[in-house]
Structures are given as C-alpha cells and as structure tokens.
C-alpha cells in the first residue's frame, strides 16, 4: 500500500518529482562519475602484495636557487651504501628509468627485422633481480628467480614479447638489442602490470648491464656529487613497522659525503617515501603517467559532494514549499491514530523512493557520459566499472546520505504538524513555514553554481594568458622528435642534419638535449670567471648545437651564439643568470670563463633574453647553455606552413633513412608545450562542467520554487490585476524575489571565488590578472538564467484571466 | 464515558487572547447521541477537537472512561485516540491517493489489525454502506454523499466507542444528508455512543440531547422528544 500510495503521490505532483528525480538524477550520476575518478587515483598502487612494506629512496637538497630541492634521484655510491647497509630492507633495488628501442636484429645485418620503442608514457627500467619479487611479477614463462641476475638479461611483458616473436611462448632464450647495439638474453615473460600502478614498464633490463656504458650514463662508482633523477632505489622492509628505523638508518647516508666544503652544511639528505605516496607527491616524479595530488582530488570530492547536496537542496526546497498541501493528510492520519514516527517513517519511504528511482537513473546516466572523463581525468575508458562490488557499496551509502539529507528535515517538518491546525481549511496558508530555509538554500545554490563558473572563467582566462604568453622563443611550427643518445646515434648526427636540411620545406634543423621550455631540469654548481669560489646558486644546463637559438629565435642581448663544436668550449648564459651574477651589463659578462664540473672551462659567448625553460608556473632560472654533441638527443626541425603532412611524411623518411633501428614519435613544440598545462585544463573542464551542472540543477529548483509561489499567489495576482496592475508588473513582482536571492549571492560568491582562484593563481609565477567583469559577466549570466527559469511562470500567472483565479479561490 | 469538568480552551496570539471554550462541564453516557448546536465561533469545533483528543485543553479536566487523558502526552492521546475514537468530517478529509478501500482500512493499519481481518471488515462495512462497487475509485471520482459514506465507514472500522461528527451533512445536499444522518443513528442504535455537531436543527434531532454553545459556554441542555 505504502508504496502504490508513493507512486500515486508521484503521479499526482509530476512537476515537483520530475524536478526532485532530474536533480537527483544528475547529481547522483556526477557523484558516481567523480567517485570513478577518485577511486580509481586512491586505487594506484594497492594491488601491490607488500603495499604497507614497499618504499622509494627519495632526497632533498638545501635550495641551491633553481627552486629545484626535491629530488628522487641517488647517486652511483649512494645506491650501494643503501643496498649493502639499511638492515631494515628485506629486498631492494637500484632501477634506472630508460627509454630505449629494442630491436630484433636481422641475422644479415642491416635493417633491424622488429623495432619498438617505449613512448613518453611508457618507463622501462634497468633493475636489480629483488625488483621483480617487490612488484610482484607474475611469470608466464621463464625462470623468475634468475632472469635479472645477470648481466645483459631482460623479462618483457606478454605484450612486448608476443609483439616481438609472434607467440610469447618463442620469446625465452631470444636475443634483442637495445637500441640496436647492445644484445640481451630474454630470461622471462610476465603479465602486463595493472593499468592503477605507477609502473607501466614493457620490459625490465639486468641493472648490472648498465655497469660501464657511459651511453646511458652509468654515473662514477665514487661520484656522490652526480646523479640523474632516473637513477632511483626501491626497497621492501622487512615489516612495514620498521619505516622509521629504516627512515633513520636512510637519513645517515651521505652525512659525510653531501657536505659542503665551503660552508661545512650538509646539502642533501635522503629519506623514504612510502609506495603509498607515490602516486600523490607532486615534489617527486613517478614512473608512471601521471601524479595527482590529494588535494585535486579532495577538491574534486567536493564539488562532487557539493552538487549532490544542491540536488538535497531542491528536494528540501521544494518539499517544505509543499508541506501545506500535505497537511490534511497529515492531519487525517494523526487523527486515525498514526504516531509522528510512523509519520516520519512514511515520508522517509517516499524520498527513499525517489532517490533509490534517481539512483538508477544516475548509474545509467553515469555509465553514459563515462567517455566525458577523459576531459576531467586519467581514468581509462576500459576500466570496469559497474562490475566492481565497492561502486554498489558506494551507490548504496549515497541512497542512505542523500535520503537523509534530503528527507529529515522535510519530514520531521511534516510529521510536527499539529492535527487540530493542519485539519483547519486554513491550514495550507498558515503551514506553510521555513521560507527562510528556502531561501538560504537557494542563495547558498548559487554561491555554490556562480563560484564554480567563476573558476570556469578565471582558469579558462589562464590558459589562455598561457597560450598568448611571449615564451621568449618562438614555439610554432617547430616539429620535434628524439633520436638516440648512444655512441651509435651521435655518429649519425651530421648525416641525419644534412639528409632533414635537403627537405624543401625544413627551414633550420637544431639538435640539443631539450627545447627552449621542458620538463626536464639539469642543474649544476658552477665558478664565474677568476671568482675563487663557487657561486651560491646552481644554473640549469641545457646542451644546444648552433642552430638553436635561429630555430627557436631567440633573442641575444649581447655577443653572438655559440659556435658548432662537438664537445663543450663555450657557454651562452641568460638575463637572470646575469642578474644573480651581479652584473648589469650583459656584455660584462661575454669573454669571461665559465667554470663547470670542476675542470671544464666554457667561454661565455653570448647573452640572451630570459625565456621560459620551464612552465608558468616557474620563475625564471639561470640558464647556461652549451654545446656538446654526447648530449644532444632531441631534434628541433623549423618548418615553413606550406604542405604540413608532406613536409612531417619527409622528416620522417629522413629520419628512418639514417637511423632505421629507431622508432620515430614526432609532435609539434606548441602540442608538446601544451601538455605542461594538461592538470590546468582539466582543472577548467572540472569547472566548467561542473559549474554548468550545479546551474542547472539550482535552476530546476528554482523553477519549482517559482511554480510553488506563482500557484500561493494566484489570488493576489487576481485582485492585483483587477486593482490595474500590469503584465509586466505581475511580472516583475513574482521575478523580483527570485532575482534578489541571486544577486544577494553573487555577493557572497564573488569574493569567496577571489579568495580561491587568487591562491591558484598564485602557484604560476606569471599569471593572468582577476578582472572585475568576470563577476559582472557570472551576475549577468546566472541573472538572466534565473529570469529565463521563473519568468515562465511569472508570465503564465501574469497573463491568466483575474477572474478565473479569484472565482477558483 | 465522557466527563469535563470546568473544561477551558484559551487560543493565545502575540496580541490576542481569545476563550474558545470558557469552564465547560459536560457528561456523555455510553450510547447517547449527543448534538451540539451554537453560532459559528461559540466553541464547537474546539469542544470536538478537545474531547475528540486532537487539541489539549487549556486548563479544566477531561475524564474519558473515567481516566483523565486532557494532560496526556501527544503519543498517549494517539493511542487512546486510534482505540476508541472515530471521526467524521464536514469536509470529509479522505486522503486523494487512496482508494475507497485502502481509505476505510487505514485506520486498521494503525490499530495493527491482521491482513485478512481488514479485509473482512472493509468488504462488509463498504456493502452495507452500498458503495462496494467503488471500492477501487479515489476520492474525487464520487460524490459528496459517497465520499462521506466512505468517510463514515472509515470512522467506524475500527469499532469506535464513540463517534465524532463535525457538520457530517454540512457539505451535502438534503437526500445525502440524510442518508449520513440515518447510517449515524443506525450506528447509535447499535450501540456506539455519538457526538455531533451541526447547524441544522434538522440533523440534531437525529440525536438524543442537543447541547447549545454560546460563547464558549454551554448555555442549555435538551433532551430530544421524538413524537411517533
């Protein structure tokens, strides 16, 4: 009974529950949409059998000046003190990130038969044999505990190894070169990681392979000053309770070696940081493709749990609104004998009912526009979801949270009515309480709605600030691709320069060891001219060949670029680095010696303007730049506009005809800068989709406030018209009310949004400034929005015949 | 079965002070029926809402079944409410989501009756009050006399010890009226104690003493004498 009485009730009210459902509906299916999210990212890295026990050996650094402090790299010695010596660690293991090709070889030499190679997002490693057993490998072929033992071994993913040799089956025992010079024995087969890992390598080579090439940078055995952010150490504790005594014992090493000699400060120090962290701290990099803060996910949690709420809102809204009609049931039943629990219990039911309709309605709409994620984030379109327990777990709890928000209060409401008052034929009138609730909600909606589209403008307006920033170089039409770093590639340097340089449409072909702005950083201590000691500050070294600066255009402020040399004999320094030097005149500086690594001594040519090495969210560092052909790895080709895809169709045949064992991934330098700000995107996406939901459903709440209320009126608005009042005055008087709560919000909203977006700003070193028009423009867009939404019914009850509604009263 | 003594309702607003009922004693025996007549505003309505213990009364006592229930709780006026009360309305008040039927069983549900009793019990109250052809119609697909057949049968499904009617016919033409006022008196004749109240001086003398209000006050008793 209880229900077919629901149904009925529904049926009779179809505005106010198609409004409640919608509402729910839609903020339901965002929730469910955002829980996918941020399950998926809390998700990363837990299938690890020995998650609690599992650390990485991170360090920091005293801030040497290039805001560089943190850092996961170890060096060379420092990787085999924590191997040998933190008695903590169960199993460890040194890795070194690689992206390297490999290469079947063809038994006649020449073209290599298969060529693969790991992409941007794709981190193979270099490890020891106690790697495999950390991360859990599951073999499907080979001998597991052997296969990284020794030196020139590597284990492929299933993938790779069927991409390989046709059955994965074949592939033990095979040989492959890395990039087709080094051959290794494949030792094993192991099944692809899980995609919420932050390890996604295709193939693990022996560390001990590493020992002695200098092409991958095997860094000195005694060198504690060197090391590359690539050469990291992983470790399993021997019980996850013995993280702070290993953290200890990792904090001694280096208390000698990392001391300064001139200031007698120590200048790095090492410590753990849980697997757990791995995926959240945005100080340390990761192997995998991305890092999410907490924080983005916390804020994204939020507005999720913020527009649920602007959906309770309507319900609560509309329910008290409504309470009036209900209180002859309330009366009758009471008087029949119904306590005020069972009372409660019945209405309860009834918005149990509505949301478990709009729950349904959600999943189906979440699993629909599920695509829509990839514009807010990482989560893979593969990845199941309605078959995974914990998502009806969650679907449940958000039926029991948002029936008792959106319930409690309508129905304790109800349930108080008073027989003897809700029984009087007055009683619609005189029931009807909570207006202020009503309206507290409806502004606190869109203080809700206005700061989100608020967000929407000023990140929107940032990335394009971004997009229309002068870098300092030129980033269009600059095609860019990397080459190998091996003793084999640098050979083929010049012929693959002159074989681009024949294309028609190349303009200037430039090689270095990362473009003008890049995620990379290279710094060093370093000695200015007859200085005796070493400056406080570190530069960032980028390695360039002498056609950077025409295919980047780059402005010089004094002297010249550097000269081709294929080793290191002079040095171009920038705007800040001159600053920090404490010298005016740019051309002080041309002619002086630059000394780098202890005995290298680099002429300074030339000076240029400062430009971005890094994104906006950076100052500006000091910057060397020199040339030296062992670090030159990435290709900068300048393109005229004329025939692109004939012109990208010949770069790379040019590059397949010198280096035909390297795979080619070329991109554009604006895609590549573009990328930089992909969290930023997305965080404008959040917000702008988001914003646009939360109008939304503030709207239908507010079209069924102004149903309610132009329906209460009906006989004021008779007597008005009669008393000669005009359309637009019955208008204008129903809409008023409706349009003060949105302007009283926007009041409230806009300094709140200042506040928040002023503190993102703040993280870009160089940003967009906040124009008071964008809190005109939201008040004008939610105004009119609010008006277009309750004007139906304002013009409905303006134009209806006075004498019908007062014979109806 | 019903006794007040001085009974008082006073309504307090922030500036008025209005008597609705002014030191009342009354005394209804089991299986009378008993009218009650005054001017709009002389305190009827709130006299039945006070004995029908949907409304607490000011100050005085009021004695159902000898046990005092004017200080009662709001959950213990529900249960002696729901055990021996039935109420009939002017407006008839069925609920518009229920049917004829679940609108006559609702009161059972309250007092717990089994499935298969309600059953019986709706079946043979909604023949006797000829309306079982409508069983599963709403309200607002019958009359006014139907739906106050309906609203009859459910004051009285429950087997009520007493019935309060407040202006049963005041909605209805005379030919429904009357058919409301004979189903009461059939009820009364079977036992079931009465309290009415009306305007029509027509419809009171169904009953068996008539009690004129004025003011707040009972202002005379009269017992009923039928000429036949």
């Not at chain 1, 590597?154 to 074949?170: M, N, P, Q, S, Y």
């Not at chain 1, 932050?198 to 092409?215: A, Q």
């Not at chain 1, 709890?397 to 029936?403: I, S």
Request: charged fraction near 20%; charge should be neutral; aromatic fraction near 10%.
């Amino acid at each position: 009974m209880q229900f077919k009485f629901i149904f009925r009730s529904m049926l009779k009210n179809k505005v106010f529950s198609g409004i409640n459902i919608l509402g729910l509906t839609v903020g339901i299916a965002a929730v469910l949409l955002i829980y996918r999210v941020v399950s998926y990212e809390l998700s990363f890295n837990k299938n690890f059998k020995n998650y609690d026990s599992l650390v990485r050996v991170v360090g920091e650094s005293v801030d040497d000046g290039t805001g560089q402090g943190y850092s996961v790299c170890i060096p060379v010695p420092a990787g085999e003190v924590l191997r040998t010596n933190i008695t903590q660690f169960d199993k460890k293991s040194r890795v070194k990130e690689t992206w390297n090709s490999l290469t079947v070889p063809n038994p006649g030499g020449g073209t290599p038969l298969k060529k693969f190679n790991t992409t941007n997002d794709v981190t193979a490693f270099f490890a020891d044999p106690d790697f495999c057993e950390m991360l859990d490998f599951q073999w499907v072929s080979g001998d597991a505990a052997a296969s990284l033992a020794e030196p020139n071994t590597i284990v492929l993913t299933r993938d790779w190894a069927t991409k390989f040799f046709g059955k994965w089956e074949d592939a033990v025992g095979k040989t492959l070169l890395i990039d087709n010079i080094y051959p290794v024995t494949v030792k094993g087969v192991f099944e692809e990681m899980p995609v919420n890992c932050d390890f996604n390598f295709p193939f693990v080579i022996s560390y001990s392979t590493l020992k002695g090439k200098e092409d991958y940078f095997y860094l000195g055995d005694n060198d504690w000053d060197s090391c590359s952010s690539n050469n990291q150490v992983y470790a399993q504790l021997s019980d996850p309770t013995q993280l702070a005594a290993a953290d200890a014992a990792v904090r001694r090493v280096g208390e000698k070696e990392y001391v300064s000699k001139k200031t007698g400060q120590r200048m790095k120090t090492h410590y753990l940081q849980p697997i757990s962290e791995l995926h959240f701290n945005e100080n340390f990099n990761n192997s995998g493709t991305h890092i999410v803060p907490k924080s983005r996910l916390k804020l994204l949690s939020a507005i999720g749990l913020l527009i649920l709420a602007l959906a309770c809102f309507n319900f609560i809204n509309l329910a008290t609104a409504q309470a009036s009609l209900r209180a002859k049931e309330v009366g009758v039943r009471k008087t029949l004998g119904s306590g005020r629990g069972q009372l409660i219990g019945q209405f309860m039911s009834e918005t149990g009912v509505i949301v478990a309709i709009s729950l349904l309605l959600g999943v189906g709409i979440a699993n629909l526009a599920s695509p829509l994620l990839s514009f807010v984030s990482e989560v893979p379109r593969s990845l199941p979801f309605l078959s995974n327990p914990t998502v009806w777990a969650f679907l449940a709890l958000t039926g029991v949270v948002v029936t008792a928000l959106a319930g409690l209060y309508p129905s304790l409401t109800l349930a108080g009515f008073q027989p003897v008052k809700a029984l009087r034929s007055n009683a619609e009138k005189s029931l009807t309480g909570g207006a202020g609730l009503r309206k507290s909600l409806v502004v606190l909606q869109f203080v809700i709605a206005q700061c989100l589209i608020i967000g929407a403008i000023i990140t929107i307006l940032q990335l394009d600030y971004i997009r229309s920033q002068d870098l300092g170089f030129k980033k269009d039409l600059v095609y860019t691709f990397g080459f190998g770093s091996d003793s084999l590639s640098m050979l083929r340097q010049s012929a693959l320069r002159q074989t681009l340089a024949k294309v028609p449409t190349v303009e200037s072909v430039s090689f270095s060891s990362d473009q003008p702005s890049s995620t990379n950083t290279w710094s060093s201590d370093f000695r200015f001219a007859n200085r005796p000691e070493t400056e406080p500050f570190a530069t960032t070294l980028k390695f360039a060949d002498e056609n950077y600066q025409a295919t980047y255009s780059i402005k010089m402020l004094a002297g010249r670029w550097l000269a081709a040399s294929d080793t290191m004999r002079e040095a171009i320094i920038n705007k800040t680095m001159l600053k920090k030097l404490g010298l005016n005149d740019p051309n002080e500086a041309v002619d002086q010696v630059f000394h780098l690594w202890g005995s290298r001594e680099l002429r300074i040519v030339g000076v240029t303007d400062d430009f971005h090495t890094h994104s906006l969210r950076h100052e500006h560092m000091p910057l060397t730049l020199t040339n030296d052909k062992k670090f030159l790895w990435q290709a900068g080709v300048k393109i005229r506009p004329d025939n692109l895809p004939s012109t990208l169709a010949a770069i790379q045949a040019a590059f397949d005809e010198v280096m035909p064992e390297q795979v080619f991934e070329g991109q554009f330098l604006d895609e590549e800068i573009a990328k930089f700000y992909e969290d930023d995107r997305r965080l404008a996406a959040t917000c702008k989709g988001f914003g646009l939901l939360a109008v939304f459903i503030s709207c239908l709440g507010l079209f069924g406030l102004a149903t309610h209320a132009a329906s209460q009126r009906v006989k004021e608005i008779g007597v008005r018209k009669v008393l000669g009042a005009s359309t637009t005055g019955i208008i204008g008087l129903l809409s008023k009310d409706f349009l003060t709560l949105v302007v009283l919000s926007l009041v409230i909203a806009s300094p709140l949004a200042y506040w928040l977006m002023d503190k993102w700003l703040q993280d870009f070193e160089f940003h967009t400034k906040i124009h008071w028009w964008v809190f005109v423009l939201t008040g004008v867009l939610a105004l009119v929005v609010a008006f277009a939404t309750v004007s139906y019914q304002s013009v409905k009850a303006a134009l209806a015949n006075p004498v019908k509604s007062l014979r109806s009263e | 079965m019903i006794k007040t003594v001085q009974l008082s309702k006073v309504y307090r607003t922030d500036e008025v002070e209005t008597t609705a009922l002014n030191s009342v004693d009354i005394e209804i025996k089991a299986g009378e029926f008993v009218s009650v007549m005054g001017p709009s505003g002389c305190g009827k309505s709130t006299l039945m809402n006070v004995l029908g213990m949907i409304d607490n009364p000011s100050a005085g006592e009021y004695f159902f079944n000898e046990q005092e229930v004017g200080k009662l709780s709001e959950r213990k006026r529900a249960d002696v409410r729901k055990n021996n009360l039935g109420f009939v309305f002017q407006s008839f008040n069925l609920i518009d989501e229920l049917t004829v039927y679940e609108n006559v069983e609702l009161p059972m549900l309250y007092t717990k009756v089994p499935a298969g009793e309600r059953k019986k019990r709706v079946e043979e109250l909604l023949e006797g009050m000829n309306i079982m052809h409508r069983k599963n119609h709403f309200p607002q697909q019958l009359s006014g006399g139907q739906q106050q057949r309906v609203a009859v049968a459910r004051a009285v499904v429950n087997k009520p010890k007493l019935i309060l009617a407040d202006e049963p016919t005041g909605n209805l033409d005379s030919a429904n009226g009357d058919e409301v006022m004979k189903i009461l008196a059939d009820l009364n004749a079977s036992g079931t104690t009465i309290l009415m109240v009306t305007h029509s001086q027509y419809c009171a003398e169904f009953g068996n003493r008539i009690i004129r209000m004025l003011d707040g006050k009972v202002v005379t008793e009269n017992v009923v004498k039928r000429y036949l």
